[in-house]
């Protein structure tokens, strides 16, 4: 599968939580390197086996595979609290945590006071807000872009503190003047200096783990023959220039974010994995052409068990929609498609697609740049549901003919071929 010399990518091509997690998570046995290119704890990976369950926020989805390297990249966003807690819940011994755990330099902190703002502007877009898991993702990298972040490399050196305060300052002079009171804010049902203060523990948690160079790390793993898959987080219908702008995150989650957040020549790349769902999920606010509203929404929710993994949040749920995920497939240049949750399916006696769009009265086969629920319909197919648990079968080619023909319909329709799909939550879930 891997090609030598390149990294291979893993990323969502819906609204995230397409079982990124999972799926990295399966294919860690052929990889040797593991590294998580952008996003930060607004992200929520979920990995079943041996009966138990963990969410991933930050920590690349490799690192239950001892002998597997994890990175995480310069593309990423950290916040030690969330951070540390992450590292406790996994149960991992923390002295084996840093032989198999690497951080890079040039990854951006995410302080107390990007969280503060996180709040102070959703509160303030009211009925227009973007519904963000309120990690602190946006303002972290709005300082980033705007070259006043402060990385970790900054925090080893003499003037990191007075950098901190000041920028600290600057984001409490900013909530202030919006008229916000810091003290009506609770980080984790804490006021903001004892956060601060587990923020500085969290800190020094990461501080332990070894910080590397990673852009320089992997070029050269990938030159000594390693095998390096780099893993995504949220999906392409929130990258920060072709989701469905403003309701997105701040990062670029597409194929290409690999490149920027890991220092990865686009002629390293090799293939690229993109996962979606039998159906569509949406978390948070914003355009969702295909979502339900009815009873077949309640039922996706329910068999999907389509609560946020971040926030606990109640998905919105819908069904596939084929002008995104081909648009999807085309912006990441996927070469193998893999598609999870078909078990959550088996009860409906038709399952709908969405094959166009009608856009102002017009025909169209891809999501415009600009629209709303007014102006924009979805045109569906319907297709005959296969009423069958699927924990029995062991390939792909045993599946019932109706679950077949839906995977061809996916395949003819985006010109990808689906190698796996995924029918459960647990690791051994997998068919090929
Ligand atoms: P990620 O953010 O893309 O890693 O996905 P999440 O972990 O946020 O959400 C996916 C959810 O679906 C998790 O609860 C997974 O355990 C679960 N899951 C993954 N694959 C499957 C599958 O094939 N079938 C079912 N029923 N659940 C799955
Ligand atoms: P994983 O990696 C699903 C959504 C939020 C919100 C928007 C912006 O688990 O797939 P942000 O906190 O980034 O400012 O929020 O993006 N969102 C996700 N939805 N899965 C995720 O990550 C998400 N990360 C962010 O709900 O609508
Ligand atoms: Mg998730």
């Known amino acids: 599968m891997n090609i030598p010399g390149k990294a291979d990518v ?67 966003v950290i916040d030690p609290v969330t951070f540390s807690l992450e590292v406790d819940s996994l149960g991992i011994d923390r002295d084996q945590l840093s032989t198999s755990l690497m951080v890079s330099c040039r990854a951006q902190l995410i ?55 000041s920028l600290k300052n600057i984001h409490f002079e900013l909530a202030k003047s919006l008229g916000h009171d810091i003290d009506d804010f609770l980080f984790d049902g804490m006021g903001f200096d004892m956060y601060e203060s587990r923020w500085f523990d969290g800190l020094a948690l990461i501080n332990s783990l070894k910080h590397i160079e990673s852009e320089v790390y992997v070029n050269h793993a990938l030159d000594k023959g390693k095998k390096v898959l780099a893993e995504g987080a949220q999906g392409t219908l929130l990258d920060i220039d ?3 702008y403003p309701f997105v995150t701040s990062s670029n989650t597409i194929a290409a974010g690999a490149c920027t957040g890991l220092g990865l020549a686009p002629s390293r790349i090799g293939e690229v994995f993109g996962i979606f769902k039998a159906y569509c999920t949406r978390v948070g606010s914003g355009p969702f052409p295909t979502e339900l509203f009815d009873q077949d929404g309640d039922l996706l929710r329910k068999y999907g068990n389509e609560f946020g993994s971040t926030t606990g949040r109640p998905r919105r749920c819908g069904w596939l929609d084929l002008p995104a995920l081909k648009y999807s497939v085309m912006i990441n240049g996927v070469t193998r498609l893999i598609m999870t949750k078909a078990d959550v399916l088996n009860e409906f006696d038709a399952i709908k697609l969405c094959v166009s769009y009608l856009y102002k009265g017009k025909k169209i086969h891809f999501p415009p740049s600009v629209y709303n629920e007014n102006n924009l319909k979805p045109s569906y197919i319907s297709m005959k549901g296969w009423k069958t648990d699927l924990s029995r079968f062991k390939s792909i080619k045993e599946l019932p003919a109706a679950l077949l023909d839906y995977i061809r319909f996916i395949e003819e329709y985006v010109g990808v071929n689906i190698d796996i799909v995924s029918t459960g939550p647990d690791r051994s879930q997998i068919l090929y």
């Open 111 to 165: 302080l107390p006071s990007h969280r503060l703002l996180d709040m102070v502007y959703e509160q303030d877009k009211g009925i227009a807000k973007i519904g963000s898991t309120l990690k602190g993702i946006g303002p972290a990298y709005t300082d980033k872009i705007a070259r006043c972040g402060l990385r970790l490399a900054d925090t080893k050196e003499p003037d990191f503190s007075d950098k901190y305060q």
């Open 10 to 76: 893993l990323l969502g091509l819906q609204w995230g939580d397409e079982g990124k997690g999972k799926i990295v998570d399966v294919l860690t046995p052929g990889y040797d390197l593991i590294a998580r290119f952008q996003g930060g704890p607004n992200a929520g990976h979920t990995l079943e086996f041996d009966n138990k369950k963990f969410v991933l926020h930050t920590i690349p989805s490799g690192i239950f595979h001892p002998g597997c390297l994890n990175i995480i990249g310069n593309g990423v």
């Open 242 to 244: 072709f989701g469905f």
